[in-house]
């Protein structure tokens, strides 16, 4: 009789971890490894973002020693400034790109959120400040540029943050959390006049290479290029965000693609177009590889007519 009396209920925690595990928040090891490639997202969306994230912040951090020594003596307060904030953002982006799995767990929408808030604003703060630069023209060094360069980054970041912050916490508007069958238009119209503003500005400085302004810009090819791509992958968005707006799944597909170029390969791109000559050996003369570029682009050619 005594075995009539044991009946079979399950506790209070089994279930809270059962429906923890069902969340994908919790669980064994295998659990949370499955949950944090495969689900949310998918394996194709995470799984390139942790590899190339985590592959440049191991590149900065194997050539941090010697980059340290060429910054110590070339005292550039840019090429510092630049390096310092380039490293504080590829931490965040590492985090953001291997903390995917928060987007779809339940109770992680805040944390999630304000780190895509910092992740993004930290990305768009170096977009902005190298596009400023670029701007500036020839004559754009020393410490009066780079305060000119950082205080406009500054104020077009800061204004950006206002808003989306508006947008997050004060009308509950999800702006990070993605899915494909996501429509709602305040969000997207937000992002098609993010998309927008970069394009537009990306387009004018190729419209300068293009025309008889060039010269008051870097003549450097590695910045052209740069731009192009940059022009390219905002373009591409923008139409990916409208498209989706408009409830159309290639849209949210094509925009899922830009989101993982992004930040995937932004920062090394960043990295190779306005830092790496610096890190060269001591016995590389920047000068004469500039000129080398510059006369290579056909930037002299005047010269002989």
Not at 102 to 116: Q, R, V
Request: hydrophobic share 50%; glycine share 8%.
């Amino acid at each position: 009789m005594r075995a009539l009396d044991v009946v079979p209920v399950s506790s209070p925690v089994s279930n809270s971890t059962l429906q923890q595990d069902e969340s994908g928040g919790y669980g064994g090891g295998p659990r949370v490894l499955y949950g944090w490639l495969f689900e949310c997202h998918g394996f194709w969306h995470n799984v390139p973002l942790i590899v190339f994230s985590s592959m440049f912040v191991l590149y900065l951090a194997s050539h941090a020693k010697k980059s340290f020594g060429k910054l110590s003596q070339g005292r550039s307060y840019i090429m510092i400034s630049y390096y310092g904030v380039l490293w504080l953002v590829s931490v965040l982006n590492l985090a953001w790109c291997s903390l995917q799995a928060w987007e779809c767990t339940p109770g992680k929408e805040m944390p999630w959120n304000i780190l895509s808030l910092f992740t993004t604003s930290g990305m768009l703060f170096l977009e902005v400040s190298l596009m400023a630069f670029l701007l500036q023209g020839n004559h754009a060094s020393g410490l009066e540029a780079l305060t000119r360069t950082f205080v406009v980054s500054g104020v077009i970041v800061g204004l950006d943050v206002l808003l989306k912050a508006i947008y997050l916490f004060g009308l509950a508007i999800p702006l990070f959390i993605d899915n494909n069958k996501d429509t709602h238009r305040v969000k997207w119209g937000l992002w098609v006049v993010h998309k927008l503003l970069l394009t537009a500005v990306y387009g004018f400085i190729l419209f300068i290479y293009h025309s008889r302004w060039r010269e008051r810009l870097p003549a450097r090819p590695a910045f052209y290029n740069y731009i192009i791509v940059m022009f390219l992958v905002n373009a591409f968005a923008l139409f990916a965000c409208a498209l989706t707006g408009q409830g159309a799944g290639f849209g949210f597909w094509l925009y899922d693609v830009t989101v993982i170029c992004y930040h995937a390969f932004y920062l090394p791109l960043l990295y190779v177009t306005f830092l790496a000559d610096f890190f060269q050996e001591e016995d590389l003369h920047l000068e004469n590889v500039y000129y080398s570029e510059m006369k290579d682009a056909g930037f002299f050619d005047a010269d002989w007519e």
